[in-house]
């Protein structure tokens, strides 16, 4: 199974000109031709699991389309997606922030999904999808240490409920390092896919690890990869599972 770990940052696109004619006035900007381009890219490596961190599900920037339903129906593949801010968060009440998400997109049979939000920060959404083999999750953590760490928290606590190998993908924000997941790893036992620690952010010259795919030791991780891809600020990360009884 290929997994592919991307923040696209909702396909506003990355380097020079995302800060003119002002600075970060990208963000404001339509997303269509950039998005045509990450469908190529994530087709050109053809996974089987895709999660999506920051993803625009409607606003103005993408013609008020779901960025997952578009590249899903150009994948044919099966998704889920939703805002990755709280219910009762303030940021679904104001225009464009409401609109974004994170999502899942895979080629398998989606057995059950559901959504969890952590109780700390402002992105509280956790992703849940049961396929046949694994259960996947997807997060966006807090910008905030001592919210990152009350999620990881959380989310140990959600892990331990799945009775499925899991794998955890997502935007940890770890501008501490990869020492601040180190105690999550060692409650879950969960493994990380990048073994050697390969930066991920900025895509142009990455020099910090924030994005991590983790999995169960009972699923084996090989051919794991960050192609020099410069769609978004964050470089995508690729890793090929295998399953017990798979051999």
Do not use: W
Request: hydrophobic residues 40%; proline residues 5%.
């Amino acid at each position: 199974m290929r997994f592919l770990l991307y923040n696209i940052r909702y396909a506003t696109g990355h380097g020079y000109g995302y800060h003119l004619p002002l600075p970060f006035a990208g963000f404001f900007k339509k997303t269509n031709v950039n998005l045509g381009e990450i469908v190529t890219f994530i087709r050109s490596v053809a996974p089987d699991v895709i999660a999506l961190v920051e993803v625009d599900s409607g606003s103005y920037r993408s013609h008020k389309s779901c960025q997952v339903r578009s590249i899903a129906r150009a994948l044919d593949h099966f998704h889920v997606v939703e805002t990755k801010y709280g219910g009762g968060s303030l940021a679904n009440k104001v225009p464009v922030l409401n609109k974004q998400g994170n999502g899942l997109l895979t080629n398998q049979k989606i057995i059950k999904h559901h959504f969890h939000y952590f109780k700390e920060g402002v992105k509280r959404l956790v992703i849940e999808v049961e396929l046949e083999e694994v259960v996947v999750f997807t997060v966006h953590l807090s910008l905030k240490y001592r919210h990152r760490q009350q999620q990881l928290e959380h989310l140990h606590r959600i892990i331990a409920q799945c009775v499925k190998p899991v794998i955890v993908a997502g935007d940890f924000n770890t501008f501490g390092g990869d020492r601040e997941v180190q105690l999550f790893l060692a409650a879950t036992g969960l493994e990380n896919a990048n073994l050697t620690g390969v930066p991920s952010h900025p895509s142009h010259a990455p020099k910090r690890n924030l994005d991590f795919i983790l999995h169960s030791p009972e699923i084996i991780a090989s051919n794991f990869s960050i192609p020099d891809i410069r769609l978004s600020d964050h470089a995508p990360l690729i890793c090929d599972f295998s399953f017990p009884g798979d051999h």
